[in-house]
């Protein structure tokens, strides 16, 4: 099993709230990732990470952010949701950049 | 075109039949490849590396033509446990992030 955890695994939340989802990662790995996925649909890369302080967007446009502060914690934000932020957040880790990526068991975010 | 293009399916295939996914990419430059596994409702899951001399993990095997941009998964004896999405994954070049398919489903029948 990866070592890859994500929290809340759901969340139904209001329109114009702030949110977070966490991940963290005990592999020590340098890279991380958040992909979004619709039911039945491909996954998006939307963010990435090299290390500790880097941030990178990805594919997808997407209004969250992201931080990379210590090498285990890759948290998403989203200041204010909207029904559009509405799908599943999975978050990633590997140990190369072009490497075996590892997921946590996602997030499932419903905003109301 | 697509960076990665998989057949979406459904395969709905009966126990113990041999059944083949197909997938193209679109960059010469990608230099790492996988199948990945996706049950429903879940995240994905590393089935098996693709090498450029093919490779077989039991009842899987897995071939990459660099020419034909082209990979493929073979499973053999399918079993009702294999019902699952198979997800085509491939970098663009280099060190860069993995960009997935959106993955051909798979049914295996009783």
């Known amino acids: 099993e990866a070592d890859i955890y994500q929290t809340p695994r759901y969340l139904v939340i209001g329109t114009g709230k702030k949110i977070t989802l966490e991940c963290s990662q005990t592999m020590g790995h340098d890279k991380m990732y958040w992909y979004q996925q619709d039911p039945g649909m491909e996954l998006h890369l939307i963010h990435y990470s090299y290390g500790v302080n880097s941030t990178e967007k990805g594919d997808l446009s997407s209004e969250s952010t992201v931080s990379r502060i210590r090498t285990e914690h890759f948290p998403l934000t989203l200041e204010s949701a909207r029904p559009s932020h509405t799908s599943q957040y999975l978050c990633?880790?590997?140990?190369?950049?072009?490497?075996?990526?590892?997921f946590g068991q996602g997030t499932r975010l419903t905003v109301v | 075109r697509k960076e990665v293009e998989q057949d979406p399916g459904p395969f709905n295939v009966p126990e113990g039949a041999t059944v083949a996914f197909n997938c193209t990419y679109s960059n010469s430059a990608s230099q790492s490849f996988f199948w990945y596994r996706q049950d429903c409702r879940k995240e994905p899951k590393l089935l098996m590396s693709v090498y450029s001399s093919g490779n077989e993990d039991g009842r899987f095997t897995a071939q990459l033509n660099r020419a034909s941009q082209y990979i493929s998964l073979l499973i053999r004896d399918s079993k009702l446990s294999d019902s699952a999405t198979y997800l085509c994954?491939?970098?663009?070049?280099?060190?860069?992030?993995?960009?997935f398919g959106k993955g051909t489903r798979l049914s295996v029948i009783a």
């Open positions: 990633a880790s590997s140990e190369t950049l072009g490497g075996e990526a590892f």
């Open positions: 994954v491939v970098n663009r070049m280099g060190n860069t992030p993995l960009v």
